[in-house]
């Protein structure tokens, strides 16, 4: 499976698990900082389509600070009512663009990523196939900006517990791929199901 099909099932699945929510749990905080679930929902939506125009537009508004525009982006866009924001993420099912530099990687990252802030919050569960999350995982590993996740690791030494990925070399840090996935992307979530002594430091810094 390439990784725009992996974009594109993971993208369906997210939306299937929204359909069963009630109105009110589309205001539940996300794992996001002050992003409830519809500011993540919205957000998925609203990078799948952003025009270099648009992202030029929208840094200069923010001072260049490029989480600032993504931020206030995802809050003035999560405001639309559910059912729309529901609708907005189907359509991006198939719509295989990116936004100015970057890859379909980058685009399944952030699917699988912010699906979780979605998911666990909510007690939603869902095992990701292992190429997708050995994917995901492969590449969040050396990103620096927007993430920093290659800081955030440099000296541990990363084991999955689930399934065969590793990567690093030092202190080990171990659990389900996911959760060092999410740990990655600074998310302290991610951190409840991991082990090792790599643990302290990797929690410095996430």
Same mark, same amino acid.
């Given at each position: 499976?390439?990784?725009w099909?992996?974009?594109? @099932?993971?993208?369906q699945?997210?939306? *299937?698990? !929204?359909? =069963? %929510?009630?109105?009110?749990?589309?205001?539940?905080?996300?794992?996001?900082?002050?992003?409830?679930?519809?500011?993540?929902?919205?957000?998925l939506?609203?990078?799948?389509?952003?025009?270099?125009?648009?992202?030029?537009?929208?840094?200069?508004?923010?001072?260049?600070n490029?989480?600032r525009?993504?931020?206030?982006?995802?809050?003035? @866009?999560g405001?639309?009512?559910?059912? *729309?924001? !529901?609708? =907005? %993420?189907?359509?991006?099912?198939?719509?295989h663009?990116?936004?100015?530099?970057?890859?379909?990687?980058?685009?399944?990252v952030?699917?699988?990523?912010?699906s979780?802030?979605?998911?666990?919050?909510?007690?939603?569960?869902?095992?990701?196939?292992?190429?997708?999350?050995?994917?995901v995982?492969?590449?969040?590993k050396?990103v620096?900006?927007?993430l920093?996740?290659?800081k955030?690791?440099?000296g541990?030494?990363l084991?999955?517990?689930?399934?065969?990925?590793?990567a690093?070399?030092?202190?080990?840090v171990?659990g389900?791929?996911?959760?060092?996935?999410?740990?990655?992307?600074?998310r302290?979530?991610?951190l409840?199901?991991?082990?090792?002594?790599?643990?302290?430091l990797?929690?410095?810094?996430?």
């Amino acid at each position: 499976m390439d990784t725009w099909a992996k974009y594109d @099932a993971e993208r369906q699945a997210l939306c *299937e698990d !929204l359909e =069963g %929510l009630e109105a009110g749990q589309w205001d539940n905080p996300s794992l996001c900082s002050r992003w409830k679930i519809r500011h993540v929902v919205a957000h998925l939506v609203e990078a799948s389509d952003v025009s270099a125009r648009a992202a030029v537009v929208g840094l200069l508004r923010n001072g260049m600070n490029f989480n600032r525009y993504m931020a206030r982006d995802a809050l003035a @866009a999560g405001a639309a009512p559910p059912d *729309e924001l !529901l609708s =907005g %993420l189907r359509s991006t099912v198939g719509k295989h663009k990116t936004p100015p530099m970057a890859k379909p990687v980058n685009m399944l990252v952030d699917t699988v990523c912010h699906s979780a802030d979605i998911r666990r919050p909510l007690r939603i569960a869902r095992t990701l196939p292992e190429e997708t999350l050995v994917e995901v995982a492969d590449n969040i590993k050396n990103v620096g900006f927007p993430l920093g996740s290659k800081k955030r690791v440099a000296g541990l030494k990363l084991v999955a517990s689930d399934v065969t990925w590793s990567a690093g070399d030092g202190t080990v840090v171990e659990g389900p791929i996911e959760s060092l996935i999410l740990a990655m992307a600074g998310r302290r979530a991610g951190l409840e199901d991991l082990t090792g002594k790599g643990m302290m430091l990797l929690s410095s810094r996430t």
